[in-house]
């Protein structure tokens, strides 16, 4: 059997295939069309996904999609009778058209007939849910799935027995912990969708003073729940726009102006102003009460120790590093791709499983997407061959993976900026090891340099440390040792800090990625030999772009390589190293 998982028409929208109940391949668009968090119909994704899989798009049984635009009926027609607006109305019934018209473009595109027989439609959460206990260990877990909105809904918790999902609870439009986030990062200034991980990293700078002023925001509830000061939003009314349809997504400003009576302004305030800092703590210390109330009440209801999180706000790595301290759960899993973009994978994994009972393997891995040979390598080479040779770039190839690791190595230790492109592309937002930027974490100045000069971003912002795992002990401190995806945020040692300063953020945490050869052989063996010369088994892990979506193919690194100041390219067994 042959299933096809989609995203459509929203933030991240991604494809994955799931053959003979084997996951082949999965994307995100942005990745191939370079246009970040697109939005749209993920054709090129579709496309690649048929090519890995040696098939043709007549071949798939199934076509899975994380939306169902029949859930949660009731609430919506009530939702609409308490507070009629007839324009609210229109654009919902507009939105719901467009998600269901993607079978119609896909029977054009791919000449197909009847599409809609194949079409399996997985309400939002159950696939973001799917997407976290279909890809653990975990034989029954308390599942929590949160974000801004899918299908009506911001926030579901319930649990899993013997994988199978058991939704329980609710939290309804308009109440939102994912807006309520997004909102406060656009008030202090983070105009762009998907910009709360600056709003994160910006909190480790301050100190949570303005929390009384923020509460008068949201409504803690005893019961585990919350409850937005309506007064204070506009996403409920007709008058907010939002342009998630075939593009990169753009939110309208998510407060109202009466939002002004009880919180600062901050119109072209710098972000190294005391009060913009402290505001960014205090939203961060309320998001996190909020957040473990909801966890506790969580635990308190199952009892389950075990605990999946998924939807966007599973990406708020500060807190889910808390977690193991602030409530009862003792293992915490977060898939690597919790968002929306992983959506159409527990939408696929949700169909084989309702179709199947069967659970497809186990999603140990992120390395999901594009590889290259040499040889494709070598021709996108020779198609720059001018553009490289005005920058005096000395390209090499390696005769064996071990004269690569050697000759980085030496890189690294000579405080190289590394662009470090192996394997297949990861599936999630994060680089994890074969689409990095990578460089020796023991040179203070490295960070503000790759922010400036190649990141082109905030001077604020954080880098990750990347470690061998059989040395994670030795340098952080933390109850769970494997945390390959970058999923939370934990206290690095105090004597170990000064070693280690461009991993280390403000707060003294760092955003871990434990590395294991059996995950990632090419990435373990590079770092194992930086530790057997340094004695540090840590590199500094960043992901491979400037402001645009991560590298997907040679020419995308190739590009980011010429544009920036790196030093050095390192594509599977090339390695290209500017001299001017």
Request: glycine residues 4%; aromatic residues 12%; proline residues 3%.
């Amino acid at each position: 059997m042959i299933i096809l998982g989609l995203n459509v028409y929203h933030p991240d929208s991604a494809a994955c295939i799931i053959k003979d109940n084997k996951l082949i391949f999965a994307i995100e668009e942005e990745r191939i069309n370079r246009l970040k968090h697109y939005s749209g119909l993920p054709l090129k994704s579709i496309t690649e996904c048929l090519i890995k899989a040696k098939v043709d798009f007549k071949d798939i049984d199934f076509i899975s999609i994380n939306t169902n635009p029949r859930a949660n009926r009731f609430e919506k027609i009530k939702f609409v009778i308490n507070n009629f607006d007839l324009n609210f109305l229109k654009k919902k019934i507009i939105e719901k058209k467009q998600k269901k018209d993607f079978v119609y473009e896909l029977e054009k595109y791919f000449s197909s007939k009847n599409l809609i027989k194949k079409v399996f439609f997985v309400e939002h959460h159950e696939a973001h849910v799917a997407s976290a206990v279909f890809s653990s260990e975990f034989k029954n877990s308390a599942n929590l799935s949160i974000d801004a909105f899918g299908d009506f809904v911001s926030t579901t918790m319930g649990f899993s027995k013997n994988k199978k999902i058991h939704i329980e609870n609710k939290i309804f439009f308009p109440h939102s912990l994912g807006v309520f986030y997004e909102a406060f990062t656009q008030h202090l200034g983070f105009k762009n969708y998907g910009d709360e991980y600056k709003l994160m990293g910006l909190s480790g700078y301050g100190k949570p003073t303005e929390i009384n002023k923020i509460k008068k925001i949201i409504n803690i509830e005893k019961n585990g729940k919350f409850k937005l000061n309506l007064n204070y939003f506009r996403h409920h009314k007709n008058t907010i726009a939002f342009n998630w349809f075939n593009g990169i997504p753009k939110t309208d400003k998510l407060f109202s102006n009466l939002v002004n009576k009880v919180l600062d302004s901050f119109d072209n305030t710098s972000l190294d102003s005391e009060l913009i800092r402290n505001y960014a703590s205090s939203i961060q210390y309320v998001y996190e009460e909020i957040y473990f109330n909801l966890l506790n009440n969580l635990y308190k209801k199952y009892k389950i120790e075990n605990l999946t999180l998924s939807g966007g706000c599973a990406q708020n790595s500060l807190a889910n590093g808390k977690i193991t301290k602030e409530t009862n759960f003792k293992q915490v899993y977060i898939p690597p791709n919790p968002g929306d973009g992983g959506g159409a994978l527990g939408s696929a994994f949700q169909l084989n499983y309702v179709k199947n009972n069967l659970k497809p393997e186990f999603y140990s891995k992120v390395y999901l997407g594009s590889n290259f040979s040499n040889d494709e390598i070598s021709k996108v080479i020779k198609k720059y061959e001018k553009d490289l040779n005005k920058l005096k770039v000395q390209i090499s190839l390696k005769n064996n993976f071990d004269d690569v690791v050697i000759n980085t190595v030496d890189k690294l230790i000579s405080k190289k900026v590394i662009g470090w492109f192996q394997d297949q592309s990861e599936f999630g937002p994060r680089a994890l090891g074969n689409r990095s930027i990578i460089c020796d974490p023991r040179g203070d100045e490295i960070k503000d340099l790759i922010n400036k000069k190649i990141k082109k971003r905030e001077n604020f912002r954080p880098f990750a440390p990347s470690v061998l795992i059989g040395e994670v002990h030795n340098w952080f401190d933390l109850q769970k040792v494997d945390e390959p995806y970058m999923s939370r945020v934990f206290p690095i040692k105090n004597e170990k800090k000064y070693l280690i300063p461009a991993v280390v953020h403000c707060d003294g945490t760092g955003r871990l990625q434990t590395v294991e050869k059996l995950n990632n052989k090419k990435f373990f063996a590079l770092i194992e030999k930086f530790f057997k010369i340094t004695g540090v088994p840590i590199l500094l892990n960043t992901s491979f772009n400037e402001n645009e979506p991560i590298v997907n193919s040679p020419n995308d690194a190739i590009e980011c390589f010429l544009r920036t100041d790196m030093d050095v390219l390192v594509m599977e067994n090339f390695i290209l190293e500017k001299f001017i």
